[in-house]
């Protein structure tokens, strides 16, 4: 049996589409996405509001294990990419156990 992991993005919002992209490029079987995300990290508040501006969203999919490497790539090349200012996102990975 292949081994699953569970990889949570968090994004600012404005990139969604681009790391949607970056997860069926790598081969995922598909996503949820949960958006108009707030809270606070290390790019600061995130309220969408006045004073703390933007949103993010939350990118979450179950993939074999040799996608997770790719997600990663294509999520480092979107940093780059960004590198003229500070790009709200993050990759966590966990192992899966399917029960149901």
Not at 37 to 64: D, Y
Request: proline residues 7%.
């Amino acid at each position: 049996m292949t081994q699953m992991q569970m990889v949570l993005i968090v994004c600012d919002a404005g990139v969604t589409n681009r790391v949607k992209e970056i997860v069926d490029q790598a081969g995922a079987p598909g996503y949820t996405v949960l958006e108009d995300a707030t809270g606070k990290g290390e790019s600061g508040p995130r309220e969408n509001t006045p004073i703390w501006p933007g949103l993010n969203s939350v990118v979450l999919c179950a993939v074999p294990s040799n996608c997770v490497p790719r997600i990663r790539e294509g999520l480092d090349v979107l940093r780059k990419q960004r590198s003229a200012r500070h790009l709200p996102l993050k990759m966590f990975v966990w192992n899966l156990e399917e029960i149901g």
